[in-house]
């Protein structure tokens, strides 16, 4: 059984930054990819970024250059460094990690940016 857990969202004003944390436990191997999709409401879920376990990464269009994405392999654990927020950035963040071509997702952690 695998479990990934997040943190770290909440309400931040537009330019600011927020670093939002997934810890994933059960059976689950460091050599898995993760990442961070999000979904805004009344809109499709979208992906945002992943990292591989040997540290290769991918954002959207949307988030480059603001966002990064890292991970810890020793605690399998996964980070996104948001900065220069935008109120379009507002969605629950859902971190997921891939077992063997099938998606697993943590139960969300909501990001608003608003003054």
């Known amino acids: 059984q695998v479990q990934l857990v997040e943190s770290g969202g909440g309400l931040v004003q537009p330019g600011g930054s927020l670093r939002l944390l997934c810890a994933a436990s059960g059976s689950i191997s460091n050599t898995y990819p993760m990442g961070w999709f999000r979904q805004a409401p009344g809109k499709q879920r979208e992906f945002v970024a992943r990292?591989?376990?040997?540290?290769?990464?991918n954002y959207a269009d949307s988030v480059k250059d603001r966002f990064t994405i890292s991970r810890d392999n020793a605690k399998n654990t996964v980070n996104l460094q948001m900065n220069s927020l935008k109120p379009e950035d507002t969605a629950v963040y859902y971190c997921y990690v891939v077992i063997n071509f099938s998606y697993y997702w943590g139960q969300g952690t909501q990001v608003t940016v608003s003054s």
């Open positions: 990292v591989t376990s040997g540290g290769s990464t």
